[in-house]
């Protein structure tokens, strides 16, 4: 196994973690932003109040993107096995 082959399995494994967390990660940042939107104009200063909002649109994200994130974590796990005999030898 050469350094470049090991970067190169690195570098595609940071960027499907990044690709399947995207969706959910920034479902979170959005309902984050409009509850402390929602906060400040109210001037309701409850820590517990974003929880189930953020709780119910990661549930229906992933849901909605759930088959597409488990099919590029097994197209990425069919690849990375398919390729062991070129990487060892």
């Known amino acids: 196994m050469t350094p470049e082959s090991v970067m190169t399995l690195g570098r595609q494994a940071l960027e499907l ?3 399947v967390s995207a969706p959910a ?3 979170a940042l959005i309902i984050g932003l409009l509850i402390s939107i929602f906060q400040a104009a109210t ?3 409850e820590m517990t109040l ?3 909002p953020k709780l119910i649109g990661m ?3 992933l849901i909605i993107t ?3 994130m488990v099919g590029m974590m097994l ?3 069919q690849r990375l096995f ?3 005999p070129w990487l060892v030898g």
């Open 59 to 61: 549930f229906g994200v």
């Open 82 to 84: 398919s390729s062991i």
């Open 50 to 52: 974003s929880f189930i």
């Open 75 to 77: 197209d990425y796990i």
């Open 17 to 19: 973690t990044l690709m």
């Open 43 to 45: 001037q309701i200063n």
């Open 25 to 27: 990660l920034l479902t």
């Open 66 to 68: 759930g088959p597409w």
